[in-house]
């Protein structure tokens, strides 16, 4: 058994149209209403059964908190919130192949529409309005969620990649889906001692535009409510460490930080582009 939570922040600032950088003047120029910051804050709290040497079961809860600036075309500044649990995920892990120092890992899970999609705040426009897509806790639908990964290790260096998506099933409630997402990442650690280690990652993800609409949600009004204004594609470069414990009560525990910066942005906007991330977890292991 092993027990993880993690904490991530993102933060957001200013508006992007595929690689340009855009200001308020522009994106009010075709809107009523531009985003201009938004936090992100993730707690995900995950249990880990190992059923066997090639098969794991993995249970997460994500709770969010985020928050988006906005400016108006009349000056005015006003900022909307929204929290709670997310989507809840469950996945396997088995191992396909593992010789020597190499392996390669099936991953396969479905996403559950337990998050909320119809999260509302007050706004210039008047009282409990609704939130556009990115303000939403949830999808609102079922999702897959299939990967491979890759590991390899020495003594003191380990690598590997994975690929991996999230596939939605059908449209929600409120008539949209969520656009799919598609992940790679590739690795590389060094271990230093026994108890730390450091790494290196780069990580890309391309984003579908939403599918449907929230008939709500008026495109016109702000480019968050605008579902062809979701997708894009992003490549991040992140660096970690890893502390673990080697004796007494936290012998094999471990602390890990991992700070990233987006080195590449296109997105289908205007949409407010990523500045950068910040993720510290514990894991205790039984």
């Given at each position: ?60 809860v994500p709770y ?187 012998r094999g525990q ?33």
């Amino acid at each position: 058994w092993s027990i993880t939570y993690q904490f991530m922040h993102m933060a957001m600032d200013d508006n992007r149209s595929g690689t340009d950088t855009l200001d308020d003047a522009e994106v009010l120029a075709d809107f009523m209403v531009a985003p201009t910051r938004m936090t992100m804050d993730m707690h995900m709290a995950s249990v880990m059964y190992g059923w066997s040497k090639s098969l794991s079961f993995m249970a997460m809860v994500p709770y969010y908190d985020k928050e988006m600036d906005h400016i108006n075309r009349a000056g005015v500044r006003f900022t909307t919130k929204s929290k709670g649990v997310g989507d809840v995920a469950l996945k396997g892990v088995y191992g396909l192949y593992q010789r020597q120092n190499h392996n390669v890992l099936l991953n396969a899970g479905v996403s559950l529409p337990t998050g909320s999609i119809d999260e509302k705040d007050d706004t210039p426009t008047g009282p409990n309005q609704q939130l556009p897509y990115p303000m939403q806790i949830g999808s609102g639908t079922f999702d897959l969620l299939p990967g491979l990964t890759y590991r390899g290790h020495t003594s003191d260096f380990s690598w590997g990649g994975q690929v991996g998506a999230t596939i939605r099933l059908g449209r929600n409630d409120n008539s949209y889906a969520l656009g799919n997402r598609y992940r790679t990442t590739t690795w590389g650690a060094r271990k230093w001692a026994d108890w730390i280690s450091t790494s290196l990652r780069v990580a890309a993800e391309v984003v579908d535009n939403v599918d449907g609409a929230d008939p709500v949600l008026n495109p016109a009004m702000v480019p968050t409510a605008d579902p062809n204004r979701r997708g894009g594609t992003r490549v991040d470069i992140l660096g970690g460490v890893n502390l673990i414990g080697t004796a007494g009560v936290a012998r094999g525990q471990r602390l890990f930080i991992e700070f990233g910066i987006p080195i590449y942005q296109n997105l289908d906007g205007p949409q407010l582009e990523t500045d950068w991330l910040l993720t510290v977890g514990l894991q205790f292991r039984f």
